[in-house]
């Protein structure tokens, strides 16, 4: 299984970015799909979920802000962030877990950098 995150960048406070993960091995509509972030000097944290069953959960930190997705044709899960504060800046990971079993994965993380 293979997860490879890209759309990283610097962006300005009040800017936009969109994530994506591309997924081999694995197909996103028969699994759960989430992005964490981790900042440095913090711990990994959930940013937003999407479960097989379709629900959605986001972190209270970028509810309204954030939006996940998927992309069935091309086997990959976006997360498009707006209205981004220095907060946000942290490196993006994709997960995913393989429905009905305990297999979970990670991919290489994408760097996001919030700065005027």
């Known amino acids: 299984v293979q997860l490879q995150a890209s759309g990283g960048g610097l962006v300005q406070p009040g800017g936009s970015l969109r994530l994506s993960c591309a997924a081999s091995g694995i197909t996103v509509s028969s699994s759960s799909m989430a992005w964490y972030r981790q900042a440095p000097g913090k711990q990994r944290e959930l940013v937003a979920t999407?479960?097989?069953?379709?629900?959605?959960d986001y972190a209270d930190s970028v509810r309204g802000r954030f939006t996940i997705s998927r992309d069935n044709a091309k086997n990959a899960v976006n997360l498009q962030m707006d209205s981004l504060n220095p907060e946000d800046t942290a490196v993006y990971y994709c997960n995913a877990k393989r429905a009905f079993t305990s297999q979970n994965f990670w991919g290489q993380g994408t760097l996001v950098t919030v700065s005027s």
């Open positions: 999407i479960r097989l069953s379709g629900n959605i």
